[in-house]
């Protein structure tokens, strides 16, 4: 596998670990028969960790297309490699201002990070014009 697979499974452990974590540390208020009950997260702090969830779940698919297709089209797989770290550790850093509610840098992290999904997308166009 390569380091950009890995890190499509990364990116999908991060959106599921954003939740569960939650729910671990409210597991005498958690229900696990009532999930989605919006009373567990009238807790500031679980409603944005549930906001940084269901952002992760919107913004997996983009990512994992994105590099199977530019792997799948021959892009350059060094740098798929190194753009998709970049963008783990920029999801893992929008969670975190997520979670500390900093609206106007998690809002910078969210547009970084669909930049850097659309360079690895268009990779494959570009490679004729990169260097090797």
Known sequence: ???????????????????????WMGHQRFDNAKPRD????????????LGAHQNGIEAFPFFAVAVLLAEFRLGPLRLIDELAVL?????????????????????ILWSLGFAINIAIFFLPVLRGYLPV
């Open 1 to 23: 596998m390569t380091v950009a697979e890995w890190c499509v499974f990364g990116t999908l452990m991060l959106y599921l670990l954003t939740i569960a974590s939650v729910k």
């Open 38 to 49: 919006p009373d567990f997260y009238e807790d500031p702090i679980r409603a944005r960790a």
């Open 87 to 107: 963008f783990l550790i920029v999801r893992i850093a929008y969670v975190f201002t997520y979670l500390g509610n900093r609206p106007t840098l998690r809002s």
